[in-house]
């Protein structure tokens, strides 16, 4: 089963998350990221000390859009004073927009050794460690912040930590739980939508879709997921006119990866090769788009290609257990057993009950004892 990630993109008051469009049993994971869920964080705060110069800088590059220059001006305003706890959640959230999650989660770290229990931070914890691979992590931060209030959205939030860690039961229950409170939530509609196909039901995810299309129309998201369920039910037609309806909307990387996905199920190889590269094109820092094309490599047997494609994905993102399947699952191809057996303790070291590292794990073994065994037979032969 796909295991499937929350990516948000924090702005200076609200942050847009992205979800994944998901076809679980078909093909390992799909990234399909796409606009869905708001995710509150505070604003920007202000504080009184000698470094007001520094922050004062550093709002004005933030709110200028010029990340960069902005958390070095933080980074400089904490150092001038090392306990204010402002400093550190602003640098936090600028490293978060410039996609820089492993700086986010240190100063995120050191401001709860400050503040051990703000809670706006351990919301902004859990989308940064979402980002890092670190799903079961993140669901304990999310736990924290819906004891403090729970609302609709911090619902679902959890709910889509729990599908990125294929807890898809847990997922309908926070969806639910969210609707209670809100039967117009978009994204609980749109969830529940993903949570079915997730178990296999695309009839119903389809039908879910469609109400959060009710609620809004034409939304990129609702559209990209329903042409993956078509394409699934063996409606193609309408997948073409609903990926395509999409892309009038919004031209976005994730959209086009979606769609590439779909051709590699038809061994469509050129076509989707041609939309993995305009992915690229819109966000070349994207490892999923590497990722993809390890998979599309490795399906036309070429086990080198994807071994490099997989490491280029971990290269941009080496906390995402993921890619480290991956590629042990190419290197087990491969009959290069041992660089499996290095990739997939790898992974267990981010997800220590990740139960394919543990399957892989032992087909590795397997095929090493069986090679020393047959070396072992030989010798004697001889």
């Known amino acids: 089963m796909g295991s499937y990630l929350i990516k948000p993109s924090a702005t200076k008051a609200v942050s847009a998350m992205r979800i994944l469009s998901s076809i679980t049993l078909i093909f390992a994971l799909t990234t399909a990221f796409i606009h869905a869920q708001g995710v509150q964080f505070h604003e920007k705060a202000g504080f009184e000390l000698e470094a007001q110069h520094y922050f004062e800088q550093a709002d004005q590059f933030y709110d200028a859009g010029e990340m960069e220059s902005a958390a070095e001006y933080y980074a400089a305003a904490f150092e001038a004073e090392p306990q204010q706890t402002k400093a550190l959640y602003n640098l936090a959230l600028a490293n978060f927009n410039l996609k820089k999650y492993g700086k986010a989660e240190v100063a995120l770290q050191k401001l709860f050794?400050?503040?051990p229990n703000d809670t706006a931070a351990y919301e902004l914890y859990g989308h940064t460690l979402l980002e890092n691979g670190k799903a079961e992590q993140a669901i304990s931060c999310f736990d924290l912040v819906l004891n403090s209030t729970p609302t609709d959205a911090r619902y679902v939030n959890r709910a889509l930590a729990y599908i990125s860690t294929q807890h898809t039961n847990e997922a309908l229950d926070d969806f639910d739980a969210a609707l209670r409170l809100n039967p117009q939530n978009f994204e609980a509609n749109l969830g529940k939508g993903i949570a079915f196909v997730e178990l296999d039901q695309p009839k119903l995810a389809a039908a879910w879709l469609e109400q959060a299309l009710a609620i809004r129309p034409g939304d990129a998201t609702a559209l990209t997921n329903l042409a993956v369920i078509?394409?699934?039910l063996g409606e193609k037609t309408a997948a073409r006119d609903a990926f395509r309806n999409a892309l009038r909307s919004v031209r976005q990387s994730d959209i086009y990866l979606a769609r590439a996905q779909c051709y590699l199920l038809d061994k469509n190889y050129s076509?989707?090769?041609?939309?993995?590269?305009e992915a690229m094109l819109l966000d070349g820092e994207n490892a999923a788009v590497y990722a993809f094309i390890?998979?599309?490599e490795l399906d036309k047997g070429?086990?080198?290609d994807a071994v490099d494609s997989y490491g280029v994905a971990i290269d941009l993102k080496p906390e995402h257990a993921d890619f480290y399947i991956r590629r042990a699952s190419a290197n087990i191809t491969g009959k290069m057993y041992?660089?499996?057996?290095?990739?997939?303790?790898?992974a267990l070291d981010l997800e220590p009950y990740n139960s394919e590292a543990r399957k892989l794990l032992q087909?590795?073994?397997s095929q090493i004892d069986a090679a020393i065994q047959d070396q072992s037979i030989t010798g004697n032969g001889h």
């Open 113 to 115: 050794e400050l503040v």
């Open 363 to 365: 087909t590795a073994y």
């Open 271 to 277: 076509d989707a090769i041609a939309d993995a590269k």
């Open 294 to 296: 390890g998979n599309v």
């Open 338 to 346: 041992y660089e499996a057996v290095s990739d997939l303790y790898r």
């Open 302 to 304: 070429d086990v080198a």
């Open 230 to 232: 078509n394409f699934q």
